[in-house]
T-cell receptor, first 113, second 113 residues
Framework: GESVGLHLPTLSVQEGDNSIINCAYS??????FIWYKQESGKGPQFIID?????DKRQGQRVTVLLNKTVKHLSLQIAATQPGDSAVYFC????????????FGSGTQLTVLP | KAGVTQTPRYLIKTRGQQVTLSCSPI?????VSWYQQTPGQGLQFLFE???????NKGNFPGRFSGRQFSNSRSEMNVSTLELGDSALYLC????????????FGDGTRLSIL
């Protein structure tokens, strides 16, 4: 079946640099996308979401970009901090609702001092 | 506002037993979804409840079941436990699930011996 996948399993960045985490999705019918951050021992924490009628959405220090032409999603984190170290998951909703999500495999972000 | 609360946090069972996990959603949230997280399969959708009714179901065997009570609290049950059921079980809630992001609890870690 179709699934959401991530390009890179690990990403290391210097503190203060910008981070970009990428995600490819394969279900062209999906119209809701979301990013979560998961720290060790905790559940996923909502970061930002976007619907398919948008191509960019900004939050606090984070930006999500959606390219429907190539079915690509990215999360940009500005001025990456040690507290940003975590596993980041993208997820899509094949039903168009936020309550039934198909998750990618995750990217481990490590922030170096 | 209190977050999603899952109990117990840790559970050890043996093959063939059954288990019940509990989830209390954020106050005012009526949609509750359950996910299974394993290193091999990642985060996978189990089912979603709204107003005491199962609205969506993932691709899991009938041994996995759930229910929701009138106060929106939810339980999931796994019968005839198998070694492969060892996982982190996550509960997520949202006001109604359609257009708002889900918020996760920290999960129940189930280990099958």
């Amino acid at each position: 079946g179709e699934s959401v996948g991530l390009h890179l399993p690990t990403l290391s960045v210097q503190e203060g640099d910008n981070s970009i985490i990428n995600c490819a999705y394969s279900n062209s019918a999906s119209d809701y996308f979301i990013w979560y951050k998961q720290e060790s021992g905790k559940g996923p924490q909502f970061i930002i979401d976007i619907r398919s009628n948008m191509d960019k959405r900004q939050g606090q220090r984070v930006t999500v970009l959606l390219n429907k032409t190539v079915k690509h999603l990215s999360l940009q984190i500005a001025a990456t901090q040690p507290g940003d170290s975590a596993v980041y998951f993208c997820a899509e909703s094949p039903t168009g609702s936020a309550r039934q999500l198909t998750f990618g495999s995750g990217t481990q972000l490590t922030v170096l001092p | 506002k209190a977050g999603v609360t899952q109990t117990p946090r840790y559970l050890i069972k043996t093959r063939g037993q059954q288990v019940t996990l509990s989830c209390s959603p954020i106050s005012g949230h009526r949609s509750v979804s359950w996910y299974q997280q394993t290193p091999g399969q990642g985060l996978q959708f189990l089912f979603e409840y709204f107003s005491e009714t199962q609205r969506n179901k993932g691709n899991f065997p009938g041994r996995f079941s759930g229910r929701q009570f009138s106060n929106s609290r939810s339980e999931m049950n796994v019968s005839t436990l198998e070694l492969g059921d060892s996982a982190l079980y996550l509960c997520a809630s949202s006001p109604d699930g359609s257009n708002q992001p889900q918020h996760f609890g920290d999960g129940t870690r189930l280990s099958i011996l």
